[in-house]
């Protein structure tokens, strides 16, 4: 059964900092590539970061060079670092885990970023 568990969420001021975690489990993890995706009330679901399983990465723009994504294989861990929070960084953030075509999602965790 695979299983990817989110934690690391919270409420923060604009301009703070947050990292999230994402534990696999049931999965070939180090050949996966894994992605952070968010959702906000109302919009669709969007990439934020993605990292390959050769650990190569990319960054939505309104993210990049606040957020680091990156991965720990022996423990199967993906993480987020989120640097300079701003409001419309509030959203509810998913973890995925993509091969061949299939992609299995955790259940997600709240940021909430206030003003």
């Known amino acids: 059964q695979v299983q990817l568990v989110e934690s690391g969420g919270g409420l923060v001021q604009a301009g703070g900092s947050l990292s999230l975690s994402c534990v696999a489990s049931?999965?070939?993890?180090?050949?996966?590539?894994m992605g952070w995706y968010r959702q906000a009330p109302g919009k669709q679901r969007e990439l934020v970061a993605g990292?390959?399983?050769?650990?190569?990465?990319n960054y939505a723009g309104s993210v990049k060079g606040r957020f680091t994504i990156s991965r720990d294989n022996a423990e199967n861990t993906l993480y987020l670092r989120m640097n300079s929070l701003k409001p419309g960084d509030t959203a509810v953030y998913y973890c995925?885990?993509?091969?061949?075509?299939?992609?299995?999602w955790g259940q997600g965790t709240q940021v909430t970023v206030s003003s």
């Open positions: 990292i390959t399983s050769g650990g190569g990465t």
């Open positions: 049931g999965i070939n993890f180090r050949l996966f590539s």
């Open positions: 995925a885990a993509t091969t061949l075509g299939m992609t299995y």
